[in-house]
């Protein structure tokens, strides 16, 4: 899908602000960013809003169940985890963990795919080869594995999660970056950049770059999505963040035990994954159609 | 959305008569068990649940009653000629399953292919060699009579024997051990019908079983026709099963489903004294536990009884020594009581009025208890933040044997299957064994130990033991924990078949109604 | 296709394969963790006994010794013993991949059909009520964890209403003798019906749970290109020269429409494989992906380094098929 090619036209600043009229148009999607908003609100209000000190423990409130629940409190309204902390405060602490690691993951994913992705377009020859076998080799080991690999050799915690994640997931901005860099380099302005006597890094940096970044913004949130789920699932095999920390992905993961008793302690940050996730792929399918037609139809 | 038709066909296909599974006859008795088995072959292997599967296929020398009272077996009778030798009267007319005769020249095959160097084949030793302790040499005397001599005096023998199960050296020749992986030719009330790998062990009733263990009532053939193994890792869905009535016996069934199994009508919780100790090892070669007064500051923090009542649903045994309240020669020793006041007094006393901040490392599995000591640490002024960490990692870090380690405080455990202290007071003890996580050293405890060891008069042994309990007790290189049951759910149409504190699930006796 | 084309492909696997290698086994043998030790467990043993079952397992020799070894023996083929199953690992290995296959190709095929109606439907009718759903479904689709969706099916068909097993891949009241080792083939094969629906109930939950995902990425292409496709001048022309709405758009449009499909479907299933193991947890599927996160928990190094090969030569092999099928169903493309 990536080495689709067209003609690019020169920078223009009116091109952005029509797209962006576009994207503002879409209400479903701007909806999304608003469910995305109220998270990342969240995450920064979350003294604020919480109800309770997340990581608070009582066990006789151990598995209480939610407040409509015979025997739940209004003060705990979605109940209790199996050390009897407040679901509700946790989901919402929880929110800085999932929001952190998708951000810093494709952050350092991207800022490393556009670097190795601009330097294979554009020297070609034997930059690209390396690369390319590089980009092989990594997308020839199951992710999983990997990430579970990775997190043995280097111990858990947060630092390391994120190190996990990313190590993989640049490959795919640098695939983009590539394809679209080669498109690009033929073109006449670059062409023309490049007769003026402009250096490689100037050609790359100031001609080439910003005419590609829409699919590179639109590919980063779609993974971001993906990294959230990807931080649950390595939480499921036992490779989460370390406690007492509250991330949704271990919430779901150690709530799991209790499914059949409480299903209330997996289920809520379960739903709140999806939100945050599904809200993310709206506004990003949004962002696509409005930045970058020929992708969505 | 595309769920939906899904969904329809999934119910169309539930509900369509023709393509469910046909009644079945005799029902099969099915375990929902943790893990496959890792191998076939009783000699090469580690673990206690491919041991569970393979002893209902082969038979031992000896083997336990309910009450884990050693009792003979394949052994008719066994006498002590000397400390360092024993005798085994081999029973007559025991088949195995391929329908030959067992013999005494099978036992001592058995016991040479555990305990010496390279018999495995391949320049292979067998894993098991270490369960053996320090075996001299195997000889058949007078026929039908077998003799273990010792280098040394090993008064465990006879309580590590039942870990040795009997194979047929024509079988094992003829296939060899790469055959015995897979393979199976055992004297025991099951043989093998079919194993799906990763999935089922299928074993079917062995018509011709000489009976099993005089001692231990029913004798004769196995009660159910078919047994099967059914491997379901995740516990949710280990009760799940259960609940559905798909299988009869799970094991590991957490506490909290316990009063859900119970509630359940065709359900119901079985219990029995487990053998592992829970302890919190704290560094003494680290620079806040080399005191004995932070150590017990933190044994005064806890609240055993709390934790065991509210995370463990009462199913623990609280100890104050290593030795569970069940094993040889534990005794009543002086219990810590709950003080976090006191506990913070002896931290000043030790120079910390404001406290001191310690990581915990634990697996993920204890998380939740782990989280709960550590509140109650921090709430004595013990502040502690707990690190899941895999356990290859932790062991690592922790089992260091000897050489230096990192790491303030592991809140662990060590199983004593045989129950008897060897087992577990020297790995865990004497000065840089195996298991001696908190670092410590005591010559004089060392010097019991190994006394211990060879102590042929029980009762003096025995003493050796309480003696040995009451140092370390003084100490504290551990908080002692508890010693926590082990959980089964079983269907109410199973009778005849009671939980083995060795976590074995023998299932010779049981029956499906 | 070209011959030099396909050397060149095959050419590639080779760097890709070393390279794999390589990092799994520095990845294992950096990792803290001693076999030994998690072998052993809490069992009484002498140092000289331990020494001896370090020797077994070849652990006493030097790391590059040991690249080494592994990699001459798995140049013919030989990737090791086991350290728990104490048997070759292409033997264990073997033995669970069925299942693993199995349950992907049901899982592909689910998404296929699912997909590809609905994907079509959805660019007929744009903007129809019927094309919104699809596509919010479809991102509905790409966010839920396998894991928890996983749990929530258990939940409502296992446990609730009682329709569907909870666990495993088929029952125990019928034999069902290997010959592919493909319970849904081998059961019709030997005529069983009875025991094809038992192993189709068990399939379907962790089939669906698997294929979720692969759904909404396959209907969301279809969907793009098949508006593509509809745009393009052939299509208006034959509109033009009056042939019937239904045959342009299945004799002419869908065939052209199914090849970005097709091609997506391939290098997806590579993931498909790769994803496994979560959702083999959760169903207690007897399959590959379980062994190897167990063996890597497990420091079980021979297996890990055989299995991650496996994957990295299925991932190319799958890449490949895809170029061939992009070839195949699309003859104007020349590679």
Redesign the interface.
């Known amino acids: 899908m990536t080495d689709v090619t067209l003609a690019h036209t020169p920078p223009a600043d009116s091109l952005f602000r029509r797209n962006l009229r576009d994207f503002r148009r879409n209400r479903l999607a701007m909806a999304s960013v608003i469910v995305v908003l109220i998270f990342v609100i969240m995450t920064v209000a979350a003294p604020l809003i919480a109800p309770h000190d997340p990581n608070q423990?009582d066990?006789?409130r151990?598995?209480q169940p939610p407040a409509w629940m015979e025997g739940g409190d209004w003060a705990f309204v979605l109940g209790c985890d199996?050390?009897g902390r407040d679901i509700l405060s946790r989901i919402i602490y929880g929110a800085r963990i999932s929001i952190f690691i998708g951000v810093v993951v494709i952050v350092l994913a991207t800022g490393v795919g556009i670097l190795a992705g601009l330097a294979a377009g554009y020297f070609r020859g034997w930059v690209d080869v390396v690369i390319g076998r590089v980009v092989d080799i990594l997308l020839g080991f199951p992710y999983l594995i990997f990430a579970i690999g990775l997190m043995?050799m280097m111990?858990?915690g947060l630092f390391n999660i994120v190190l996990a994640l990313a190590y993989k997931e640049w490959v795919i901005p640098c695939r983009v970056v590539r394809g679209e860099t080669l498109a690009v380099r033929e073109l006449e302005y670059v062409e023309a950049a490049r007769a003026l006597g402009a250096g490689s890094g100037h050609i790359m940096w100031r001609e080439i770059l910003p005419n590609i970044m829409s699919p590179v913004i639109v590919v980063a949130t779609i993974r971001m999505a993906n990294v959230i789920i990807l931080e649950a699932s390595l939480s499921f095999l036992?490779?989460g963040v370390?406690?007492?920390t509250a991330s949704w992905g271990s919430m779901v993961s150690?709530g799991?035990?209790?499914?059949?008793?409480?299903w209330w302690v997996s289920t809520f940050p379960g739903l709140a994954i999806v939100l945050l996730v599904l809200a993310i792929n709206v506004a990003s399918q949004g962002l696509r159609d409005a930045f970058d037609p020929r992708f969505s139809e | 959305?595309?769920?939906l038709?899904?969904l329809l066909l999934?119910?169309a296909?539930?509900?369509?008569p023709?393509?469910?599974?046909?009644a079945?006859v005799a029902e099969?008795l099915?375990v929902g068990f943790t893990l496959?088995a890792?191998?076939l072959?009783p000699a090469?292997?580690?673990?206690r649940e491919t041991e569970t599967v393979i002893r209902n296929i082969y038979d031992g020398l000896l083997t336990r009653d309910p009450d884990m009272r050693v009792v003979p077996e394949i052994a008719e009778a066994m006498t002590q000629v000397s400390p360092t030798v024993y005798d085994f009267k081999i029973r007559s007319g025991i088949k195995f399953h391929d329908g030959t005769e067992m013999t005494a020249e099978d036992v001592k095959f058995t016991l040479d292919r555990v305990t010496v160097?390279g018999a495995m084949g391949d320049?292979?030793?067998s894993?098991r060699?270490?369960?053996m302790?320090p075996v001299a040499s195997v000889e058949i005397v007078d026929g039908d009579t077998v003799r273990i001599t010792l280098k040394e005096p090993w008064p465990i023998l006879p309580a590590m024997l039942p870990n040795q199960q009997i194979v047929s050296k024509a079988f094992v020749e003829a296939n060899g051990?790469?055959g015995m992986?897979?393979m199976s030719n055992g004297t025991g009330p099951f043989k093998l019908g079919?194993w799906?790998?990763?999935?089922?062990i299928?074993l079917q009733r062995f018509d011709d079983y000489y009976g099993g263990a005089p001692d231990i009532a029913p004798v004769g053939a196995a009660c159910v026709e078919?047994v099967?193994f059914?491997?379901?890792?995740?516990?949710?869905?280990r009760?799940?099963?259960l609940?559905?009535g798909?299988v009869h016996i799970i094991n590991e069934l957490?506490t909290?489903?316990i009063?859900?199994v119970k509630a359940n009508a065709g359900t119901d919780v079985m219990t029995v004294n487990g053998t592992r100790s829970f302890f919190l090892a704290m560094n003494l070669q680290g620079e806040v536990f080399d005191d004995l007064k932070v150590r017990q500051a933190a044994a005064h923090a806890i609240d055993k009884d709390?934790?065991i009542d509210?995370?463990l649903d009462g199913t623990a045994a609280r100890i104050e020594g290593i030795l569970s309240p069940d094993a040889f020669g534990s005794s009543e020793l002086p219990a810590v009581s709950y003080d976090p006041e006191k506990a913070k007094a002896l931290l000043a006393e030790a120079g910390y009025p404001d406290g001191i901040s310690i990581t915990m490392d634990t697996e993920?599995a204890f998380?939740?208890t782990?989280?709960?000591i550590?509140?109650m640490l921090t709430n004595a002024g013990i502040r502690t933040?707990?690190?899941?960490?895999?356990?290859?990692?932790l062991?690592?870090?922790w089992?260091t044997a000897g050489k230096p380690k990192s790491g303030d405080m592991y809140f662990s455990s060590?199983?004593?299957?045989s129950l008897d202290p060897?087992?577990?007071f020297?790995?865990t003890h004497k000065t840089n064994d195996?298991?001696n996580s908190a670092g410590y050293a005591n010559p004089a405890l060392d010097a019991l130990l190994d006394q211990a060891a060879v102590e042929m008069d029980a009762e003096k042994r025995a003493g050796m033991y309480r003696e040995a309990e009451l140092m370390i007790n003084a100490d504290q290189p551990y908080v002692y924990l508890w010693v926590p049951q082990d959980i089964y759910g079983v269907s109410k149409k199973l009778s005849g078949w009671a939980p083995s504190a060795d976590s074995r699930i023998n299932l010779h006796d049981a029956c499906i109604n | 296709m070209s011959l030099s084309r396909l050397l060149e492909r095959l050419l590639q696997l080779i760097p890709v394969l070393l390279g794999v290698s390589a990092i799994a086994f520095l990845m294992m043998a950096l990792?803290?963790?001693?076999p030994v030790?998690?072998?052993?467990?809490?069992?009484?043993?002498?140092p000289e006994?331990?020494a001896?079952?370090r020797r077994?397992l070849g652990l006493d020799r030097s790391l590059l010794e040991r690249f080494f070894i592994f990699l001459r023996n798995a140049l013919q083929f030989d990737f090791g013993t086991s350290y728990?199953?104490?048997?070759p690992v292409s033997d264990?290995i073997a033995?669970?991949l069925p299942?693993t296959i199995e349950l992907s190709l049901v899982a592909l095929i689910?998404a296929l059909v699912?997909?590809i109606p609905?994907g079509v439907l959805a660019a007929i009718r744009k903007n129809s009520i019927l094309d919104r759903?699809?596509t919010?479904?479809s991102l509905?689709g790409v966010s839920l964890p396998g894991f928890w969706f996983g749990?929530l099916l258990?939940m409502l068909?296992?446990?609730q209403l009682?329709?569907?097993?909870?666990?495993?891949?088929i029952?125990?009241?019928?034999?069902v003798p290997t010959i592919t080792g493909f319970l849904l083939i081998d059961t019709l094969l030997h005529r069983d019906?009875?025991?094809?629906?038992?192993a189709?109930?068990h399939i379907?939950?962790p089939a669906?749970t698997l294929g979720l995902p692969m759904?909404a990425i396959l209907?969301r292409v279809t969907r793009a290109s098949m508006l593509e496709v509809l745009r393009q001048d052939y299509v208006t022309f034959a509109d033009a020269k009056g042939l019937s709405r239904r045959r342009v758009l299945f004799r002419h449009a869908l065939k052209n429409a199914l090849i970005p499909t097709v091609s997506v479907a391939a290098i997806e299933t590579g993931s498909l494989l790769g994803g496994n193991m979560i959702v083999e947890?959760?169903?207690?599927w007897?399959?590959l992906g379980?062994?190897v996160v167990e063996s890597i928990?497990?420091?079980n190094y021979p297996l890990v380094q055989a299995a991650v090969l496996l994957y990295a030569v299925t991932y190319v092999l799958l890449n490949f098929v895809a170029d061939i099928l992009y070839t195949v169903l699309n003859p104007r493309v020349k590679l």
């Open positions: 423990t066990l006789f151990r598995l199996g050390l043995a111990g858990p036992g490779l370390q406690p007492p150690d799991r035990a209790f499914i059949l008793e409480a | 959305m595309n769920a038709p899904r999934a119910t296909l539930a509900t369509c023709a393509l469910m599974p046909a079945v099969d099915i496959d890792d191998t072959d090469n292997h580690r673990k160097e320049g292979q030793t894993p060699q270490g369960l302790g051990t790469a992986a897979t079919e799906r790998k990763g999935d089922a299928i078919r099967i059914k491997i379901i890792p995740e516990s949710a869905s009760v799940a099963a609940l559905a798909d957490p909290f489903s009063a859900q709390l934790i509210r995370i993920g998380k939740d782990a989280e709960a550590a509140s933040t707990v690190a899941v960490g895999e356990s290859a990692q062991t690592e870090k089992r060590w199983g004593n299957g060897f087992d577990i020297t790995p195996r298991g | 990792t803290p963790g001693d030790q998690i072998i052993i467990g809490d069992q009484s043993i002498t006994q331990e001896e079952l077994g728990y199953h104490r048997r264990v033995e669970r299942a689910v699912t997909a609905l759903l699809a919010v479904g509905l749990l258990i068909f296992a446990v009682q329709i569907l097993p909870v666990s495993g891949r029952g125990y009241s019928s034999e019906l009875a025991a094809f629906g038992d189709l109930r379907l939950l669906i759904t209907m947890a959760v169903f207690g007897p399959g379980r062994l928990f497990l420091r």
